[in-house]
Nanobody, 114 residues
Framework: QVQLVESGGGLVQPGGSLRLSCAAS????????MGWYRQAPGKQRELVAR???????FYADSAKGRFTISRDNAKRTVNLQMNSLKREDTAVYYC????????WGEGTLVTVSS
């Protein structure tokens, strides 16, 4: 399995933007689905967005219109551009490989607060 390392989290004000990045230690070109998930305090991990090797995307309702997932197989990265952030977006964000995801990174914390 490839190792996944997330980065880009931090503290941002409501309405702000962050770009999360997931770097893989090996090739992801044969991994059909890569996704971003999040887990807020006291809640279960949930899907935010996923993308197939062909570039098809799916977004949770909470992410539609605000978040954009992308992947670059050559660079072995999967990114999540998050705009118009809300307090309820506060969570640890995880990169996941597979469908269902069975390989996870350690996560990166996103805190949306004024």
């Amino acid at each position: 399995q490839v190792q996944l390392v997330e980065s880009g989290g931090g503290l941002v004000q409501p309405g702000g933007s962050l770009r999360l990045s997931c770097a893989a230690s090996g090739s992801i070109s044969r991994i059909y689905v890569m996704g971003w998930y999040r887990q807020a305090p006291g809640k279960q991990r949930e899907l935010v967005a996923r993308i197939t090797s062909g570039g098809s995307t799916f977004y949770a309702d909470s992410a539609k219109g605000r978040f954009t997932i992308s992947r670059d197989n050559a660079k072995r990265t999967v990114n999540l551009q998050m705009n118009s952030l809300k307090r309820e977006d506060t969570a640890v964000y995880y990169c996941g490989a597979g469908y269902p995801a069975n390989n996870w990174g350690e996560g990166t914390l996103v805190t949306v607060s004024s």
